[in-house]
């Protein structure tokens, strides 16, 4: 597929805008915020109710209910998928990130046996530094955190074309869509040329990643390219979503909605609702993210709509 191929005007005419909501996500610590939720309980209540509150999508990670260790074992997230499934509409989005700790094999495992309608997909590899979060807490509540943070400053997040391609081949038979997580820009060409191999098919879901040490930043201009390179790339074949990671969050909303993007929020993202104020949960940033969007004169996303625009299988084709 040529970029000559693509039309342009991607995403700019929507008004229809979706919102994800990551929920606990594997890169906070339990010490960071009283309010990332960890236990099976916490995560589907909170997913739930940011459900309630407007999330079309809800992406999922799990934790050990004990110390609030990522878990990516299939048992971990049986404890909430079914609740959620049956208390709400919302698609879901399960995680083949897990932790960059984690080998590939053991990342895919829950996607590949629950067969969700979307799982997230990480499209090349970055450093991945979180040590730079160590000396904002003086204790740790976990003996694993400031390791598990300190580790990061000689660790490179692996995503090769291989581990893409596994992940990919094990879960596209299931009629798994993924949500391309793009951390800078040569993640958006290493997703055209797998679009060139004819292993993704349109609409990509491209999740733009401002934030994290090691990928793009959050300038407004960072995010402007990253949205002009995938129209170039991808024209009228994708979806475009953002995700500004901590207190960028909100202002990297407003700047893809106003492009006519989606938006992901999240206390896997930011454990912020404001300046120096800790969000309480989940749906409270959704209800930020919903205020961006109707203020601009848009509309909300229902889970259905999100699945007509993402061209989902259903919530009814899922394996749990």
């Known amino acids: 597929m040529t970029e000559t191929s ?14 994800t909501c990551a929920v606990t996500g594997a890169i906070h610590t339990p010490t960071m915020s009283p309010y990332l939720p960890i236990t099976p309980d916490q995560i589907a209540a909170e997913a739930i109710a940011a459900a309630e509150a407007g999330a079309a999508i809800l992406h999922l990670h799990a934790r050990d209910p004990d110390t609030g260790k990522p878990d990516q074992t299939p ?12 208390a709400t509409n919302a698609a879901i989005n399960i995680t083949t990130g897990g932790s960059p700790y ?12 629950f067969k969700p309608e979307v799982a997230s997909l990480n499209m090349g590899s970055i450093n991945f530094g979180l040590y730079h979060l160590v000396d904002k807490y003086q204790t740790f509540k976990f003996d694993w955190e400031r390791p598990h943070l300190e580790a990061t400053r000689d660790l490179v ?32 060409y290493n997703l055209s040329h797998f679009a060139d191999r004819g292993l993704v098919k ?7 990643v401002f934030g994290l040490l090691g990928g793009i930043g959050t300038h407004p201009e960072d995010v402007a390219h990253m949205k ?14 953002v995700l500004g990671a901590g207190a960028s969050q909100l202002r990297i909303a407003a ?9 992901r929020v999240g206390l896997e993202d930011s454990l912020w609702a404001g300046k120096g104020k800790l969000a309480k949960s989940n749906a409270e940033q959704v209800v930020l993210a919903r205020k961006i969007i109707e203020g601009l004169g848009m509309e909300v996303a229902t889970p259905d709509e999100a699945r007509e625009i993402l061209s989902l299988k259903g919530g009814d084709k899922v394996a749990f």
């Open 6 to 19: 693509r039309k342009p005007g991607a995403t700019q005419t929507r008004s229809k805008i979706i919102i």
């Open 102 to 113: 984690m080998k590939v094999e053991e990342r895919v495992r829950p996607a590949a046996e």
């Open 255 to 263: 700047q893809s909605a106003a492009l006519g993007g989606n938006i």
């Open 228 to 241: 002009r390179t995938a129209d170039r790339l991808f024209g009228d074949q994708f979806r475009w979503s």
């Open 75 to 86: 048992a971990a997230f049986a404890r909430f998928l079914p609740r959620i499934k049956q």
């Open 157 to 188: 997040f692996r995503n090769s074309f291989k581990d893409i391609e596994y992940i990919l081949a094990t879960c596209y038979d299931n009629g798994t869509r993924f949500e391309f997580e793009c951390y800078d820009i040569a993640h958006l």
């Open 202 to 208: 349109p609409p990509f879901f491209v999740q733009s």
